[in-house]
Nanobody
Framework: QVQLVESGGGLVQAGGSLRLSCKASGRIFSSYAMGWFRQAPGKERDFVAAINWGGVKYYAESVKGRFTISRDNAKNTVYLQMNSLKPEDTAVYFC????????????????WGQGTQVTVSS
């Protein structure tokens, strides 16, 4: 009923920038909280950032000051602007959506995308 498709990943040098997009389709509501997780090879999936319907934003400490989450409800799209990228940011990035801010932050979202690869070279 709700599909999430990520795009914008790729290869970038350390210090560079990328902008990820997550397009929602189906029965999506503007009141959904949206967020991003990432998973590096051999590691657990970690919270990155989230934004609720009112524009309140949440960030992992590791990305605070470097990443910015935003959304365009008219386009049913959430964005993750990633600046000052580091090799440790290399991971598959997943988009998530739920009615609850805390469900998104906790990784228990009802809806997930398939992921997009981000690789940061030294």
């Amino acid at each position: 009923q709700v599909q999430l498709v990520e795009s914008g990943g790729g290869l970038v040098q350390a210090g560079g920038s990328l902008r990820l997009s997550c397009k929602a389709s189906g029965r999506i509501f503007s009141s959904y909280a949206m967020g991003w997780f990432r998973q590096a090879p051999g590691k657990e999936r970690d919270f990155v950032a989230a934004i609720n319907w009112g524009g309140v934003k949440y960030y992992a400490e590791s990305v605070k000051g470097r990443f910015t989450i935003s959304r365009d409800n008219a386009k049913n799209t959430v964005y993750l602007q990633m600046n000052s990228l580091k090799p440790e940011d290399t991971a598959v990035y997943f988009c998530a959506a739920d009615f609850s801010d805390q469900a998104v932050v906790a990784g228990t979202s009802g809806y997930w995308g398939q992921g997009t690869q981000v690789t940061v070279s030294s």
